[in-house]
């Protein structure tokens, strides 16, 4: 593409004085990655402004900066909001290649993973080539990436669906996080349907209050055709503020909503219930534990079926699903006991967490977890108030300290600790990993939450290799030897 022709697709479409004849190579926002022949994005953010180094990307060879102020510079494009415009020049660069995807945001606080995990797991059982965005992994058929965003950068992510729609895939499921929205990283995408799990606190760190962070999930659907909503969540009517999107409602608890689970039943082995909406009626079977697990299946169901599947091929498809990494994940350890991982590092999905595996647990909860290092330190004590009200016995430890002092992390957890649950403290993750299975007895859950699919860990120094599960494997192997 010449670089007059993807100036054009900024509206209005800036005037220039200089040669706009040259190809474009690529285009970013980062001027340590410019180069000749790309195009330089100039967007503030929270640690740098992108218009103080727009000179460094010319000097590197970029064929233009599209700036939001005035640089000064001679090779310069205005655009009235260079996130929107970046995001923008990206999708012209590769042909739009979304247009040509049936497109699926998925949304919320906590189950926004599962949700897009069996959506592509009902999608593929069906017959369809998909894609999938996420916090895990990107997916492109059966091929696997590393993810390194939620929802990547404008580039990354217009890149995934280029590579979605040459290999053949009609659906991508993507999970859509708040900042993304914020930061505008899916302008002028167009989703056949979004998909809203629940809203609760997180990220305030970054969105300020939970109003701001409402008011960020919220623009998702302004860009869907179809907006799937719980509405058990009270957040739900906010969620279509200015919307176009048609409503479709899925609740475990109202009558009103266009698909509820009914005569639902939680046990150690999974959920159970009947499904009952738009003319159909089936029983669904989903191999992980907890109500969380009928909200992240019923959503995903309902959105399948709003999207034409059959009834009966989306319940074969949940009943074969036996979930997602690092979601209820259970290691097998041969023990008389039970240990698994989850991601739970909100209050909100520590709390459910908690209270399915309270509800069947036939010994004593013991709890490994921690809070993230530069995140919203509110929820420390909070967090650490549910964990001892919930488990019989809690180890306090690091999740991904980052540049703070894992001890003051924990201090701020410790103080919202309140009820009699034994207390241990051990700031590092894998000792305390170790300590929570060498108190462990016949009949007891080891919950390790917080870091769930991660195989690393974040401290002051850079990350490092930590995998929750080799550490569990080799202390059983040491302990065998």
């Known amino acids: 593409m010449l670089l007059h022709e993807l100036l054009q697709e900024l509206r209005p479409t800036p005037a220039f004085a200089f040669d706009a004849s040259a190809a474009v190579a690529f285009i970013t926002d980062d001027s340590r990655k410019a180069a000749p022949g790309c195009v330089f994005v100039c967007i503030k953010g929270a640690r740098s ?126 999970e859509v996080s708040s900042q993304a929205l914020e930061q505008r990283r899916v302008e002028g995408v167009a989703f056949k349907a979004g998909v809203f799990t629940n809203l609760t606190q997180d990220h305030l760190d970054y969105h300020g209050t939970l109003e701001n962070y409402r008011a960020a999930k919220a623009q998702l659907f302004r860009q869907c055709e179809i907006a799937l909503v719980n509405l058990d969540d009270e957040a739900a009517p906010a969620m279509l503020e200015d919307s176009a999107a048609r409503p479709v409602y899925y609740s475990i608890r109202r009558d009103a909503a266009d698909y509820t689970a009914k005569n639902v039943q939680c046990h150690a082995g999974g959920v159970l219930y009947e499904l009952v909406g738009r003319s159909v009626i089936g029983r669904v079977r989903f191999a992980v534990p907890g109500a969380f697990s009928v909200y992240n299946s019923l959503a995903a169901a309902c959105t399948a079926l709003e999207l034409g599947l059959e009834l009966p091929l989306v319940l074969q498809a949940l009943e074969a699903s036996r979930g997602v990494r690092g979601r209820m994940e259970n290691v097998p350890t041969g023990t008389d006991y039970t240990v698994l991982i989850d991601y739970a590092h909100s209050p909100d999905g520590l709390e459910n967490v908690l209270q399915a595996l309270r509800g069947f647990a036939q010994g004593r909860l013991i709890t490994v977890f921690g809070c993230g290092g530069d995140r919203d330190k509110t929820k420390r004590p909070i967090m650490g108030r549910i964990a001892s009200e919930l488990s019989d016995i809690i180890i306090v430890s690091s999740d991904n300290p980052r540049s703070e002092d894992p001890e003051a992390i924990i201090a701020d957890i410790l103080a919202g600790i309140k009820s009699k649950a034994s207390v241990f403290v051990e700031p590092d993750r894998i000792l305390a990993i170790k300590l929570a299975l060498k108190r462990a007895r016949a009949g007891d859950i080891v919950l390790l939450a917080g870091k769930g699919q991660e195989t690393y860990q974040i401290l002051a120094s850079g990350k490092i290799h930590l995998d929750e599960r080799e550490i569990i494997n080799n202390y059983f192997l040491n302990k065998s030897a």
């Open 49 to 174: 402004d992108g218009h103080s180094h727009a000179a460094e990307a010319l000097a590197a060879g970029a064929l233009c900066v599209v700036a939001q102020v005035d640089t000064g510079l001679d090779r310069q494009v205005l655009a009235e909001d260079t996130r929107a415009a970046y995001a923008l020049l990206c999708a012209a660069f590769y042909g739009y290649p979304a247009r040509r995807l049936c497109l699926i945001g998925v949304t919320g606080t906590n189950g926004k993973t599962t949700t897009a995990f069996l959506l592509k797991q009902i999608f593929d059982f069906a017959g369809y080539k998909t894609g999938l965005i996420g916090t895990l992994v990107n997916m492109v058929g059966e091929t696997e990436s590393p993810a390194t965003l939620t929802t990547p950068d404008p580039w990354d992510l217009q890149g995934l669906f280029a590579q979605m729609q040459a290999a053949g895939c009609t659906h991508c499921f993507m």
